[in-house]
């Protein structure tokens, strides 16, 4: 489930698109086939479809800072999702954020769908009304107290935070492929929307990289994970990545190094994986193009004496112990791990942020590294949250994040106290309904 940020914004009524809709054949085989792929390059299924439910036929239910609001149906269905939708209809919904009854709440991000092309427009349109099953399945209401349900204030936040819609043009000097990366990761990747930090008004306070060194540089905590700096910064960003890393990490979820986990693995699995490698290498050299936000960094460099320490039997350092009994047979206590399988902590920039709650979330509710088409075998961490106390994990943490070179910020037992509640973990010692 994705957090949804709430702010207010004013409606300059609905938009036509700039040219003929009603000339395109929306039958066409080949259109609704494009269709398809850029709604996987748009991971529209992620929201829009319940756990357990039918593709595209809504009901997820979306945390916002005032209440939940549900997914919607985007299937054909006449009755209760999108089928008597005209092409402007759709285009107002996706591109406007202005449905046909009232304006959308930006937790569909038509901030970034702003910029997708009129012909990428036509041919997502012709999939959902011709390549997607339709299903009868009415929209859940939401559960927001009045008046803060009311959704005219939210014409006024669109007005203000999301831009005119105006499809993507390439600057004439750019190299090809990487203003296809910018087309895709600004516009349908959406991944500011997570990505990226958030203002006053929840909105991106950066949506491309024209709107300077904010974007992209790491997001807001959203279901007890932190979205990573995608910036060319070294220590907690993509600045020690190789491309060949990037395009295999968005194909399987796991390179020599790191392995995918939380929302993300979504992305892999329900998106990235089903793109072409042209596409996916233009995703990489574009953002191998944003330069990092911190200046005079070093490259990491291993340093071995934790590793002396416990292969000498010394695990006397604060954490040294909770790691060996519980971390060092997967993870090793060189800090490498095993390559594709458990993945390595050393100079791991998805362990070395300010912000530790993606580290503490996983120690405390394990995690499942997902079975992909390149990638098969799906691998599991364990929960500790029964088997741990808070002081134990901040231990633990802390010297994973501060062990075989890496240098980063110390967690206390408070703050794994705070995730251990915000992420519902089960308590120390709690027996677990399977015993």
């Not at 953002?287 to 291993?302: H, I, V």
């Not at 110390?410 to 027996?431: H, L």
Request: net charge negative.
């Amino acid at each position: 489930m994705k957090k949804f940020l709430l702010a207010a914004g004013l409606s300059m009524g609905l938009a036509a698109p700039a040219f003929a809709a009603e000339t395109v054949n929306y039958q066409d085989e080949n259109l609704i086939k494009q269709g398809e792929y850029l709604a996987r390059a748009g991971d529209c299924v992620a929201c829009h479809t319940a756990s357990g439910g039918q593709p595209f036929a809504g009901g997820l239910p979306i945390e916002s800072p005032i209440g939940t609001i549900f997914s919607t149906n985007i299937t054909p269905d006449k009755s209760t999702g999108i089928g008597d939708y005209s092409f402007t209809d759709f285009d107002n919904a996706v591109r406007h954020g202005i449905g046909k009854d009232s304006t959308l709440y930006p937790a569909m991000p038509y901030p970034s769908y702003a910029r997708v092309t009129d012909a990428d427009m036509q041919a997502l349109y012709a999939y959902f009304m011709h390549g997607v099953k339709p299903v009868n399945q009415a929209n859940k209401p939401t559960d927001i107290v009045w008046p803060l349900s009311m959704r005219w204030p939210l014409s006024f936040w669109r007005w203000t935070f999301a831009p005119e819609v105006k499809e993507f043009k390439a600057p004439v000097d750019q190299d090809p492929v990487v203003a296809r990366g910018a087309y895709l990761v600004e516009g349908l990747g959406h991944c500011g929307a997570c990505h990226s930090p958030r203002g006053i008004g929840m909105q991106e306070k950066a949506l491309t990289a024209e709107d300077g060194e904010l974007y992209l540089s790491g997001g807001e905590p959203m279901d007890g994970w932190v979205p990573k700096n995608l910036r060319g910064d070294l220590k907690d960003g993509l600045g020690s990545w190789t491309e060949a890393q990037l395009v295999q990490f968005l194909t399987t979820g796991r390179t020599e190094h790191t392995a995918v986990f939380g929302g993300m693995s979504d992305v892999i699995v329900q998106s990235m994986q089903y793109m072409t490698d042209d596409d996916l290498t233009a995703i990489v050299r574009y953002l191998k193009t944003l330069p990092g936000t911190t200046y005079n960094e070093t490259p990491f460099k291993y340093d071995d004496a934790a590793y002396n320490a416990l292969y000498n039997g010394d695990d006397s350092a604060v954490g040294a112990s909770v790691y060996v009994d519980n971390c060092a047979a997967c993870h090793r206590t060189d800090g490498k791990g095993y390559a594709e399988v458990f993945p390595a902590f050393t100079g791991n920039p998805v362990l070395l942020g300010n912000d530790a709650t993606s580290l503490i979330h996983i120690v405390l509710k394990g995690d499942t590294l997902p079975s992909t088409f390149k990638a098969p075998t799906s691998y599991n961490m364990p929960a500790f949250d029964t088997r741990l106390t808070d002081k134990q994990v901040a231990d633990v943490v802390n010297f994973i994040r501060n062990s075989w070179g890496n240098q980063a910020s110390p967690v206390t037992e408070k703050q794994v106290a705070d995730v251990r509640s915000d992420v519902k973990a089960a308590a120390y010692g709690a027996v677990s309904k399977a015993e």
